[in-house]
Each structure stands twice: as C-alpha cells, then as structure tokens.
C-alpha cells in the first residue's frame, strides 16, 4: 500500500472521531473504496484525530468528499487538511 498521502481531520467532539471512523471502515463504505481505487485508505484514529492515508491525491481527496458529506449528514463540524509525505525531508508537509 503507498501512503504518500494524508488526511487529518479533526471533529468537534471526540466522539464523533469514533462514530466517523465506525462508518468509514463499514463494510459497505469500506467495499466502495477500495473498489473505486486501487489501494486501499487507511483510517486510524489517534484522540480526537482521524487520520486516512491513501496512495495518490485523488484518492485522498476523494476521501474528503466522502468524509465532509457524513459530516454534513451528521451535522458534525470539523477541520480536514490534506498533506503529501516528503521523503527526503521524512515530514507531512503542504501540497
């Protein structure tokens, strides 16, 4: 799986961060993407963080639609920021 691609998203309330990534990695939702690319997203959670690694931006954009559409469905507020892997300065740096 390539990583080179980061989406951290940050919801108001902690619990949200749970219940998003209870509906990303759905079997349903989880089913969608990874038919609709050809590696997989990631998702994690580290606090009140949700982080998605994909392999392209596209994917990783993709990804954000999906999540800002639950958001907006669930009525959560959140932050999304989208970072690319450099490799030679090993950090998450802007696209």
Avoid: K
Avoid at 14 to 21: D, V
């Amino acid at each position: 799986m390539n990583d080179d691609w980061r989406l951290r998203v940050i919801l108001s309330e902690q619990g949200f961060t749970h219940r998003l990534s209870e509906l990303l990695t759905s079997e349903q939702l989880e089913h969608d993407l990874e038919s609709s690319f050809h590696d997989r997203v990631v998702v994690s959670i580290d606090g009140p963080e949700l982080f998605c690694y994909a392999g392209t931006r596209s994917q990783a954009e993709a990804v954000e639609q999906l999540i800002r559409r639950l958001a907006q469905q669930h009525g959560w507020e959140l932050t999304v920021e989208l970072a690319h892997w450099h490799p030679t300065a090993e950090e998450w740096e802007d696209p």
